[in-house]
């Protein structure tokens, strides 16, 4: 468990929230042009309204707007790995968010929002996983490719200078926390490098 951090930290939490909050939402977006089931279909427009909330309720505490996108993102277009990239990326927004509550109680409601995303993708991997053999493998071996870049991103998530003396633990922290969620699903076997 990571301490709260200090109020200096805040605002740059609250811009990594910003720009995570940005990406979920081009994510989001450019998931529904893919083949998936009717229910995630559903889902991913509700969680399309809620991610252009957060990111407008961040651009108001920040002062700033996020950069606009004019093309979306180039997404899996497998289900089996679309879902592990959406899995693994709103596990990162959860983990960020509960480092945000901490300087910022009143944002607690983006918490729940978050636990609510992760918990509708961690049931859609297991669904997946369920169907064991080839499906269950694709997952896993998408899991083994996404968790090989989570570090690289999560420095560029902690890289300002206010987190500097808490960096090393944040970071630890966080890789740990996407750890135990991805192996207690069972999408990462054994030990993680």
């Given at each position: 468990?990571?301490?709260?951090?200090?109020?200096?930290?805040?605002?740059?939490?609250?811009?990594?929230?910003?720009?995570?909050?940005?990406?979920?939402?081009?994510?989001?977006?450019?998931?529904?042009?893919?083949?998936?089931?009717?229910?995630?279909?559903?889902?991913?427009?509700?969680?399309?309204?809620?991610?252009?909330?957060?990111?407008?309720?961040?651009?108001?505490?920040l002062g700033t707007s996020s950069h606009g996108k004019s093309?979306?993102?180039?997404?899996?277009?497998?289900?089996?790995?679309?879902?592990?990239?959406?899995?693994?990326?709103?596990t990162l927004g959860l983990e960020f968010a509960r480092l945000?509550?901490?300087?910022?109680?009143?944002?607690?409601?983006?918490?729940?929002?978050?636990?609510?995303?992760?918990?509708?993708?961690?049931?859609?991997?297991?669904?997946?996983?369920?169907?064991?053999?080839?499906?269950?493998?694709?997952?896993?071996?998408?899991?083994?490719?996404?968790?090989?870049?989570?570090?690289?991103?999560?420095?560029?998530?902690?890289?300002?200078?206010?987190?500097?003396?808490?960096?090393?633990?944040?970071?630890?922290?966080?890789?740990?926390?996407?750890?135990?969620?991805?192996?207690?699903?069972?999408?990462?076997?054994?030990?993680?490098?």
């Amino acid at each position: 468990m990571i301490h709260p951090l200090p109020s200096s930290c805040e605002r740059a939490i609250l811009e990594q929230f910003l720009k995570a909050e940005a990406m979920a939402l081009w994510a989001v977006r450019s998931a529904q042009v893919q083949e998936v089931p009717p229910a995630v279909l559903q889902f991913l427009r509700r969680h399309e309204e809620e991610e252009a909330e957060h990111l407008k309720q961040f651009e108001l505490l920040l002062g700033t707007s996020s950069h606009g996108k004019s093309a979306l993102p180039r997404m899996p277009s497998q289900w089996r790995v679309l879902a592990v990239h959406l899995y693994g990326y709103e596990t990162l927004g959860l983990e960020f968010a509960r480092l945000l509550v901490g300087l910022r109680s009143d944002l607690t409601s983006i918490l729940e929002d978050e636990e609510v995303h992760v918990g509708f993708f961690e049931d859609e991997v297991r669904t997946i996983l369920a169907r064991s053999g080839s499906v269950a493998d694709g997952a896993r071996q998408a899991a083994q490719a996404w968790r090989k870049r989570l570090p690289r991103t999560v420095d560029r998530y902690l890289h300002d200078e206010s987190l500097a003396p808490f960096r090393d633990d944040l970071r630890r922290h966080i890789l740990d926390a996407i750890d135990r969620r991805f192996l207690a699903v069972g999408l990462l076997i054994g030990e993680v490098a």
